[in-house]
C-alpha cells in the first residue's frame, strides 16, 4: 500500500496471521519487494504461530539486513522471549529502544520486564510511556501490575481508560477478559459506583461504568436481579454525565444506551451538535449510532443512509460498513446501489478485520451476479469460524 510505514505492513500482516488467513499474510509479505520487510513480516508471521525456530531464523535474516532497524530488534526480541532467554530478551527490547524511543520500543520493553516479575520496574517503564500520550496496551499491561498488587479498582481504572484510548478492536477485549480474571461482573458494577463516589473526572467515571456494564452483561439468575437497580441507576448516571464529556466517549455511551433500549437517550446524544473541531472519526460514530437507533426503531431506510454517512467520514470504520451492507442486502433494489458506495469506500485491509463484513461483501457480490469465490475461500480459511455453515450454503 502506497505511503505504508514498515511498522504498519508488519502489523497488517500479523492480523492476517492472527486471524488464521496465513495464505493471505504470507502473500502479502512477499508483495513489497523489499528483502527486509518481508523477512520482518515472515517473523511476525511465525510469531503469531508461535513457531519458535521459524521467528529466530527470519529475526537474525532481518537483523543481517537491517541492523538499525528498531523493528529488526524488537523481532529478535519477539525470538528471545518465546525461547524464554529473557535476558538476551531484555538486551534486544532495550537496543530497540535506543534505536526508537517510541511507544512501540517502550511497551516492548515493559512486556519483557513483566515476564520477567519485574512489576515495579515494568510499571515505571509503562507510567514513562503514558506520561507521553494515551495507549491502550500500555494501560492494559498497568491494569495487570496493579491487580497483582491487590488494587482492583485501580486496575479496573485503567482498564477504563484503555478502553478509551481504544474503543474498537482487540485491545478493548483484552480489557474485558482481564476484568472477567480480576473480579465476577457484579463486583464491577459494585466498583463502578465506588469509582463514581472516588472520583469527580467524568471521562474516568463514564469508561469506568461502560467497562462495568459491559462486564455485567455475563449475569445470570439471582446475580442478574440484584444488580438490576444499580444497573439502571449507573444508566442514569451516564446520561447526566454526557454533556460533560468529549465526543469519543459520548458516543461510547450513545452505543451503551442503544444496548439498553435507551433509544431516546442515545439518539439526542448523537444528533447533538458535536464541537468544532470535532475528529471525523468521533463524527462518523455518531453517524453510526444514529443508524442503530433507527435499525432499532425499524427504519432500515434511515439506517442505511446513517451507515452510508459513516464510512464516508471514517472508511475504517468496519462496523457501520459490515451493519450497511446487511441492511441493504436486506432492502435489496436501489439500496444494492449504496452497498456498492460502501465496498467503493472501505480499504479492502479495512473490509478483512471483520469476517461478517466479508461474508456480507461475498453474498452482495453474488447477489449482483459477480463472483466471490476468493472471498469464500478467505472465510473458509478461518478456523471455527461461525460462518462456515452460510459459505456452504452460498457455495452450494
Known amino acids: 500500500m502506497a ?3 514498515l511498522a504498519a505492513f ?5 492480523v492476517l496471521a492472527r486471524g488464521g488467513h496465513l495464505r493471505a499474510a504470507e502473500a502479502r509479505a512477499a508483495e513489497r519487494g523489499d528483502p527486509l520487510a518481508e523477512q520482518l513480516a515472515r517473523a511476525m508471521i511465525a510469531a503469531t504461530q508461535n513457531d519458535q525456530a521459524s521467528l529466530e531464523a527470519h529475526a537474525r535474516q532481518a537483523a543481517a539486513l537491517g541492523p538499525y532497524e528498531p523493528l529488526s530488534a524488537q523481532a529478535m526480541c519477539m525470538a528471545h522471549l518465546l525461547s524464554r532467554r529473557l535476558p538476551e530478551a531484555e538486551h534486544e527490547a532495550r537496543r530497540a529502544l535506543v534505536l526508537d524511543d517510541g511507544p512501540r520500543s517502550r511497551r516492548g520493553l515493559a512486556r519483557v ?41 485501580a486496575a479496573l481504572t485503567e482498564d477504563a481508560r484503555a ?63 440484584a444488580a438490576s437497580d444499580m444497573r439502571r441507576d449507573v444508566l442514569a ?27 431516546a437517550d442515545a439518539e439526542r446524544l448523537a444528533t447533538a451538535a458535536l464541537p468544532l473541531g470535532t475528529s471525523p472519526a468521533a ?11 433507527c435499525a432499532r426503531r425499524g427504519h432500515p431506510s434511515d439506517a442505511l443512509d446513517a451507515y452510508v454517512a459513516a464510512v464516508g467520514l471514517d ?4 462496523e457501520a460498513a459490515a451493519e450497511g451492507l446487511h441492511v441493504a442486502l436486506t432492502l435489496g433494489g436501489a439500496a444494492l446501489d449504496q452497498a456498492a458506495t460502501i465496498v467503493a469506500t472501505v480499504p479492502v485491509e479495512t473490509r478483512r478485520q471483520s469476517p461478517t463484513l466479508t461474508l456480507n461483501e461475498a453474498i452482495w457480490l ?18 471455527g469460524s461461525p460462518h462456515a455453515a452460510a459459505v456452504r450454503a452460498l457455495r452450494a
Open 315 to 318: 472508511p475504517g470504520h468496519w
Open 163 to 225: 478502553f478509551g484510548a481504544a474503543p474498537r478492536g482487540t485491545a478493548l477485549q483484552q480489557g474485558f477478559d482481564h476484568l472477567r480474571d480480576a473480579a465476577w461482573p457484579l463486583g464491577m458494577l459494585v466498583l463502578a459506583r465506588v469509582g463514581q463516589a472516588a472520583t469527580s473526572d467524568p471521562e474516568t467515571r463514564a469508561l469506568t461504568a461502560l467497562v462495568a456494564l459491559r462486564a455485567a452483561r455475563s449475569l445470570t439468575g439471582a446475580a442478574l436481579l
Open 366 to 383: 453474488r447477489t449482483i451476479g459477480e463472483p466471490a469465490e476468493a472471498l469464500l475461500d478467505w472465510l473458509d480459511e478461518i478456523p
Open 237 to 263: 448516571d451516564l446520561v447526566a454525565l454526557a454533556q460533560h464529556l468529549g465526543a469519543p466517549t459520548r458516543m461510547r455511551v450513545a452505543r451503551e444506551l442503544v444496548d439498553n433500549d435507551h433509544l
Open 283 to 293: 463524527l462518523a460514530e455518531a453517524a453510526y449510532v444514529r443508524g442503530l437507533v
Open 3 to 5: 505511503g505504508e510505514s
Open 10 to 14: 508488519v502489523d497488517a500482516v500479523g
Open 113 to 153: 520486564l513483566l515476564l520477567q516479575g519485574r512489576h515495579a520496574d515494568a510499571e515505571r517503564a509503562l507510567r514513562d510511556l503514558l506520561a507521553r500520550g494515551d495507549d491502550a496496551e500500555a494501560r492494559l499491561m498497568l491494569a495487570q501490575v496493579l491487580a497483582r498488587r491487590g488494587e482492583t479498582f
